[in-house]
């Protein structure tokens, strides 16, 4: 069986959660819209009002609206309870509703709108009440229209729903995110392939549903409907059977080593006999909120972002002193809570090929400052915005003639190319001997350490069986067995799985 092949084959957790988010969506989407429409049909100023609303909504990147909601409902937290989910399904479900909205509002309206004015005449003639004429025939009459606004907004919705990753809902987004990172182009496909499948027999059983309301042929449209119910029900049942109740869920950042820590730590609590789940694509911020409010349980993360992102500090303490601060912030502040170091450190540092810095006798990141305004430098997407960046750039009155972002995988591809002339590199990752790079010296100490920690939710750091299982963790992976793990997943030939790297490399620290 081909990459592909298995990947396609390996998906069925991540279709059930697809359709069931998508399906959800949908159906909000109608609930909101089909009512907003009726008022609309007999209001010129709520039909202005809604349908500009939901234009304005489509203006807004579905990425950026799905991120939106995290701080939306992380504030909302506070008012309703510590109950009140702030990552996965409900942001997802209520950023995509609000996308489904467009095109069943504005189907409806225009049915509506366009009614034959003598049947509504002739409906009014007969005696029929309000409720009765909506019911028996502005109803009938409208539902194709309707039907092919919510063929529309199905094919939107699926497509906007592998987004859904990056706050923490399992999407088909998971293989189309993980092997963009991790180049794993066999996972991009078939999560792009099985998006688009969906979206099609989707489209198709709505379609049959429509042809059976306009040809006023209930077995044509029961049995489109019937389908769709079918499907549902079977993504439901692959969702939630055999599902552990008590699952601890592993959070994973948008790069190589995290995909791999998380399966690390999550071999190493299955063989502890403890069920796993994961978020993957978490952005930094994303995830540390995560971690800290309860909804994902173990998140790893790095002291010098936690330093900077989360306590806003900027001085440089040293990597003992800065993890004995952390730790006491965060108990301080009711969590997440230290587990332990791994081991190694994966800091930031600014990255040349060697042959580029040899020929400008570039070392530190003093050198640079002559060259860089005819540099571009690449980083990945959050490094601009992020405190050490500002840090550096102003250490060093660092001032590039351009600045570029690529995801964590292919900035490294971008410094081979010449497309960038440096990047914000990994210390950690393999790449840095296999393609000749050289770590250009911190002289000033503007990057802080960046020791790789376990953080854990104030809820498993309380379960002293749990955190016994990630005891043999603790300390035990050097920085070469790290960079060696990275470079399996990373290298373009013999490229392998985050699962399997994460395996090769319990067995390098004893654990398999």
């Known amino acids: 069986m081909s990459g592909f092949e298995t990947a396609l084959w390996n998906l069925g957790p991540q279709l059930a959660a697809h359709v069931l988010l998508a399906a959800s969506a949908i159906a909000l989407g109608i609930a909101v819209a089909l009512p907003v429409a009726v008022w609309a049909s007999r209001s010129s100023t709520v039909a202005r009002i809604a349908l500009g609303f939901a234009s304005l909504v489509q203006t807004i990147p579905a990425l950026a609206l799905l991120a939106l909601f995290f701080p939306i409902l ?6 309703f309870g510590e109950g009140l989910p702030t990552l996965g399904f409900l942001p997802a479900l209520l950023a995509l509703a609000l996308y489904a909205l467009l095109p069943i509002l504005r189907n409806a309206v225009t049915a509506q709108a366009n009614l034959d004015p003598g049947v509504l005449e002739a409906a009014d003639g007969v005696g029929m009440t309000k409720w009765q004429k909506l019911r028996l025939v502005e109803a009938p009459l409208s539902a194709p229209f309707v039907m092919a606004g919510i063929r529309t907004a199905s094919v939107w919705t699926i497509g906007a729903a592998t987004l859904a990753t990056t706050i ?8 189309i995110f993980a092997g963009l990172q991790t180049q794993n182009w066999a996972l991009v496909l078939a999560g792009c392939v099985a998006s688009a499948g969906l979206a099609l027999v989707a489209d ?95 998140l790893v993360d790095y002291t010098g972002t936690v330093w900077t992102n989360q306590m806003k500090r900027t001085d440089n303490p040293g990597r003992a002193e800065m993890l004995d601060q952390i730790i006491a912030w965060q108990e301080g502040n009711g969590g997440p809570f230290v587990a332990g170091k791994l081991g190694f450190e994966n800091a930031y540092g600014l990255a040349m090929r060697e042959d580029a810095a040899e020929e400008r006798g570039i070392v530190t990141i003093d050198d640079l400052r002559t060259f860089a305004p005819d540099m571009a430098i690449g980083g990945d997407p959050e490094f601009f915005e992020r405190p050490e960046w500002l840090a550096v750039r102003e250490a060093y009155s660092l001032r590039f003639g351009e600045r570029r972002n690529f995801s964590a995988t292919f900035m490294y591809n971008a410094l081979r190319s010449g497309d960038a002339d440096v990047i914000s590199a990994y210390t950690s ?11 250009l010296e911190d002289t000033r100490e503007a990057f802080p350490g960046y020791d790789a920690i ?12 749990k955190i016994e299982a990630l005891a043999p963790l603790i300390g035990t992976i050097d920085v070469e067995a790290m960079r060696a793990a990275n470079l399996m997943v990373d290298r373009d030939d013999d490229k ?3 699962t399997q790297a994460a395996r090769i490399l319990a067995r390098t620290i004893g654990l398999d």
Not at 74 to 79: I, P, Y
Not at 429 to 439: K, S, T, W
Not at 455 to 465: E, K
């Open 429 to 439: 990752d393999g790449r840095i001997a296999a393609d000749n790079l050289v770590i």
């Open 168 to 175: 923490g809902q399992p999407s088909l987004g998971d293989p």
């Open 496 to 498: 392998l799985s985050p």
């Open 454 to 465: 376990i953080l854990v939710s104030p809820d498993l750091y309380a379960d002293t069986r």
């Open 74 to 79: 992380l504030s909302l937290r506070a008012v």
């Open 204 to 298: 198709a059983l709505l379609g049959l549903i429509e042809r059976g309301l306009a040809k006023r042929s209930p077995a044509l449209w029961l049995g489109g409907l019937a389908v769709v119910t079918l499907g549902i029900g079977a993504a439901l049942w692959m969702q939630f059977a055999d599902r552990s109740e008590d699952r601890v869920v592993i959070g994973a950042k948008q790069f190589s080593e995290q995909y791999i820590l998380a399966r690390l730590i999550g071999g190493q609590l299955e063989r502890n006999g403890i069920a796993v789940e994961y978020r993957d694509g978490l952005g930094s911020a994303v995830g540390y909120s995560a971690v800290t409010s309860g909804d994902i349980d173990i």
